[in-house]
């Protein structure tokens, strides 16, 4: 049989693209109407996605990006309680929440996810981040982002402490950061543990990905960026006793598909120009972790940066792109406000279905993240037409192998 790559359905609010809650289609209070996601989860379920995936962040999200976009975006409910809702609606896709190793203790979150792994029969995933805003910091009596480096060392003794207790480890844990001395009131998960997913891209990033990650979720606009991550990352396993194939590497992808290639163009164009400047120029600036760049000339290169504390890895793929083509910062900010700063298609179900077909069998992605541009339009658009192409290529199953989320992944149960 031909290896078949892996799907995760992204959800958030109003749709991935930073002007969809202005689209006509918009339902602009989608954030908090469990009814949406209730019918997001069942369509992709029927189209047997992997995962539901759901980004967080205990703060208002791009808070410079103007009041209209964050009601619209970065209000809704909280992911770990929207995800228990949506297990009691669905009966096989994966639920991967995303929360904070910054602003959370290790035992009440292993606690939290193996509760939910119990309650969907096995189909619980947490994605670690270590939160790279001062935003949230603030909302946890800090005053600022902690160093890069002093949030990862906590996040390594973190995840070890979850992973401990979720495997029903009983003896004590006294660290650094941690002091746990009981195990947890619940039992061993249905699926061995819950999957463990991780989004952080930088040297150390990868390392703590390497050492304990099931899925690695990541952004990359060019395939020369997403294989030479791929190979970085699955290269570093070794050195922790680990397989090359016990991380699935899902790079998030962005499509906007229809029927013809022009009926995709336009539709894409119809969310571009809904983008205002200043939004696209605000959201850069979270990138790039700078706060003064609307001082310089909208239509003039990025200035000289120096290295970001927050997130390393996106202000790397920024800079880069703005080197590799030349970009003003107008561009720049319209091409990353698009997608925030993942890789978009815009296309047929063949052409996108080649270009992530290329990807995968180039050995650049195991699967993919899928972040549909506005809700439910572009999710239902890939599940109908992108999906059966990718079934009738041999590349997708047609149906769930399994009933937990590790079974759907292929991945080890842990021992
Ligand atoms: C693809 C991707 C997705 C991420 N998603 C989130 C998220 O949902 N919430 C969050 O607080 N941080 C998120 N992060 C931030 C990371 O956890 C981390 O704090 C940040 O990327 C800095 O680490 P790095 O330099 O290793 O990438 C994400 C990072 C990446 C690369």
């Known amino acids: 049989m031909t290896a078949q790559m892996k799907l995760g359905a992204f959800l958030w609010a109003t749709g991935h693209h930073i002007a969809a809650w ?42 410079n990006v103007g009041i209209a976009s964050q009601t619209s975006r970065s209000i809704g409910f909280e992911p770990i309680s929207l995800l228990s ?34 309650l969907s029969g096995g189909r619980a995933g947490w994605n670690l981040v270590t939160s790279a805003s001062p935003i949230e910091a603030a909302n946890f009596g ?54 463990m997913v991780q989004a952080g891209a930088s040297d150390v990033g990868r390392d703590l990905a390497a050492r304990t990650a099931d899925v690695v979720f990541t952004a990359a606009q060019t395939f020369e960026e997403a294989k030479a991550f791929y190979d970085d990352l699955k290269g570093r396993m070794a050195a922790y006793g680990r397989e090359p194939d016990d991380i699935k590497i899902m790079p998030g992808v962005s499509p906007v598909v229809a029927e013809t290639e022009a009926e995709a163009r336009e539709k ?22 700078i706060s003064d760049l609307w001082r310089y000339p909208i239509d003039g290169p990025l200035p000289e940066l120096p290295e970001s504390e927050g997130m390393k890895s996106r202000q790397a793929l920024v800079v880069e792109q703005s ?49 549909p541009s506005y809700f439910p339009g572009e999710l239902d658009a890939f599940a109908t037409l992108v999906v059966p192409e990718l079934q009738r290529r041999g590349l997708f199953r047609r149906d769930y192998e399994g009933r937990t989320l590790r079974d759907h992944l292929g991945l080890k149960r842990p021992v």
């Open 142 to 195: 800090s005053t600022g982002l902690k160093p890069h480096a002093d949030r990862y060392e906590r996040a390594r003794e973190f995840a070890e402490v979850v992973t401990g207790l979720w495997h029903g480890k009983a003896s004590g844990h006294d660290g650094q950061s941690f002091s746990v001395r009981d195990p947890l009131d619940l039992p061993r998960s249905p699926q061995g543990a819950p999957v």
């Open 268 to 289: 894409h164009e119809e969310l571009q120009v809904l983008i205002p400047d200043d939004v696209g120029v605000a959201l850069l600036s979270s990138y790039l972790s």
């Open 323 to 371: 080197r590799r083509d030349g970009l003003s910062i107008r561009q720049l900010a319209r091409h990353f406000a698009g997608a925030r700063g993942h890789w978009r298609i815009v296309g047929t179900a063949a052409q996108v279905a080649d270009e992530l077909q290329a990807r995968f069998e180039g050995g650049a992605a195991d699967g993919f993240n899928v972040m």
């Open 22 to 63: 202005r689209h006509p289609k918009a339902h602009v209070t989608a954030g908090i109407d469990i009814g949406h996601y209730i019918q997001l989860a069942r369509t992709a379920e029927a189209a047997k996605f992997d995962m539901i995936f759901c980004e967080d962040a205990a703060g208002l999200r791009e808070a």
């Open 85 to 118: 809702a949506l297990a009691v609606q669905t009966g096989r896709i994966g639920l991967v929440s995303t929360a904070s190793t910054s602003y959370n203790e290790p035992y009440g979150l292993a606690r939290t996810f193996l509760s939910l792994d119990h």
